[in-house]
C-alpha cells in the first residue's frame, strides 16, 4: 500500500541546480524519518540526507554538504531534495526512503520503504 514516486530528475550541465520531489503515499507521513539516498553506476548506494518527522533536524553527507537541502511538506506528504552547484560526481539514482519507526538514521536496512529512483545526470 506504502508508495514512494520520485520526481524532478533530468539531464543538466555542471553548476546547474535541480528540486527533486518524494510524493509519498499509504502511509502517515508526519510520523516518519524520510531519507534521499543515490547510487552511481558501479557504485554502492550512499546516504545523502535524511530529515525527522517535523522537519526540524537534517543530516547531509558530506559530499553534498553545502549544496544540497533537504525539506518536507507534511502537509503534502512530500520530501524535497534541492541541489546547487550539480558536480558530475553527482550523477546518480536517486530514492528516497521511509525509516522505520525506532530506526537508526544511518542504517540502510533499517529503511522499509524505497521509491523507484530518479536519473539526475550532470554533465561537464
Known amino acids: 500500500q506504502v508508495q514512494l514516486v520520485e520526481s524532478g530528475g533530468g539531464l543538466v550541465q555542471a553548476g546547474d541546480s535541480l528540486r527533486l520531489s518524494c510524493a509519498a503515499s499509504?502511509?502517515?507521513?508526519?510520523?516518519?524519518?524520510m531519507g534521499w539516498f543515490r547510487q552511481a553506476p558501479g557504485k554502492e548506494r550512499e546516504f545523502v540526507a535524511h530529515i525527522s518527522p517535523g522537519g526540524a533536524i537534517t543530516n547531509l553527507a558530506d559530499s553534498v554538504k553545502g549544496r544540497v537541502t533537504i525539506s518536507r511538506d507534511n502537509a503534502k506528504s512530500t520530501v524535497y531534495l534541492q541541489m546547487n552547484s550539480l558536480k558530475p560526481e553527482d550523477t546518480a539514482v536517486y530514492y528516497c526512503?521511509?525509516?522505520?519507526?525506532?530506526?537508526?538514521?544511518?542504517?540502510?536496512?533499517?529503511?522499509?520503504?524505497w521509491g523507484q529512483g530518479t536519473q539526475v545526470t550532470v554533465s561537464s
Open positions: 499509504g502511509l502517515t507521513f508526519d510520523a516518519y524519518t
Open positions: 526512503a521511509v525509516l522505520k519507526i525506532g530506526g537508526t538514521w544511518i542504517r540502510q536496512h533499517d529503511y522499509i520503504y
